[in-house]
């Protein structure tokens, strides 16, 4: 698999307030947990609303999938046939399809195939990426913290 190398360029300012270049490299934390799947984290934030004072490099905090008190900024690569995941966040997620197509599936059966240029808003549902192409999938995940679902009196925490 080709690693995921995306480069990432973070503003920030100096001693005096004046706007800089705070990074600007690939991002160094590439990671795999599945086969044919890559993760790297760009940014993590913690706590409403963010603080944008400081010079730590945010994306090497170490986070869960989403964090309920922050956000956490993801480019994924799904390869073709990547291994299955089902799970669900304690987040709101904005997802745009950068590259490729997959298919998204949810608990109750339901598939909705995403090409690039797509978005989706994922609103703390169980679902699952599977790639049935031939051509690998990018998707750019913004997920902020939400409290958990609450469907029939009780709470659909996260799971997987």
């Known amino acids: 698999m080709t690693p995921l190398s995306i480069r990432r360029v973070v503003t920030g300012h100096d001693a005096d307030g004046h706007a800089i270049v705070q990074i600007d490299d690939l991002s160094p934390n590439v990671v795999s ?3 044919n799947q890559q993760a790297t984290v760009v940014w993590t934030t913690v706590g409403f609303p963010v603080d944008n004072s400081g010079t730590s490099d945010d994306a090497l905090r170490k ?5 309920r008190n922050g956000t ?8 073709p046939g990547v291994a ?6 304690d987040s709101i997620d904005y997802a745009v399809v950068i590259s490729g197509e997959i298919d998204m599936t949810l608990d ?7 090409k690039q ?8 549902t169980i679902h699952n990426w599977v790639n049935n192409g031939t051509e ?18 009780k709470s659909l925490d996260p799971i997987g």
Request: glycine content about 10%; hydrophobic content about 40%.
């Open 117 to 124: 240029g797509d978005v989706l808003v994922q609103r703390g």
């Open 63 to 67: 986070v869960s999938t989403s964090d």
């Open 84 to 89: 299955p995941r089902n799970h669900r966040t």
């Open 136 to 153: 690998p999938c990018v998707i750019a995940f913004s997920l902020i913290g939400a409290e958990p679902v609450v469907a029939a009196g």
């Open 108 to 114: 109750d059966g339901v598939t909705v195939h995403l």
């Open 33 to 35: 947990q599945r086969p």
């Open 72 to 79: 956490v900024f993801r480019i994924v690569y799904y390869g």
